[in-house]
Nanobody, 122 residues
Framework: QVEVVESGGGLVQAGGSLRLSCAASGRTFSSYAMGWFRQAPGKEREFVSAVTRSGGNTYYADSVKGRFTISRDNAKNMVYLQMNSLKPEDTAVYYC???????????????WGQGTQVTVSS
């Protein structure tokens, strides 16, 4: 089992950058693929990005490709989401999730954080 806690959200102007962090507990962090999802008001939770256990492979939603970068540091039990060129439509609560496989479906990930709010003003 693993627990994850997100941080780094905030208010930023369009075109700006933020880096989200996800701290994971447990000694088996490297056994989990990690994903980032987001949920805007009135919308369903959607996939943003994911990374394999080793960090060797990553995957992005088309809406963030080229602007967001996911990375992980297994020595520190951390996952990051660097978000550049932010747009108002990126406004959402961002969630970190841990699971057995890198996947785009939220149901694949059994472990979730509480989320961190990202607001992008125009």
């Amino acid at each position: 089992q693993v627990e994850v806690v997100e941080s780094g959200g905030g208010l930023v102007q369009a075109g700006g950058s933020l880096r989200l962090s996800c701290a994971a507990s447990g000694r088996t962090f490297s056994s989990y693929a990690m994903g980032w999802f987001r949920q805007a008001p009135g919308k369903e939770r959607e996939f943003v990005s994911a990374v394999t256990r080793s960090g060797g492979n990553t995957y992005y939603a088309d809406s963030v490709k080229g602007r967001f970068t996911i990375s992980r540091d297994n020595a520190k039990n951390m996952v990051y989401l660097q978000m550049n060129s932010l747009k108002p439509e990126d406004t959402a609560v961002y969630y970190c999730a841990a699971g057995g496989l890198m996947a785009v479906r939220a149901s694949t990930y059994p472990y979730w954080g509480q989320g961190t709010q990202v607001t992008v003003s125009s």
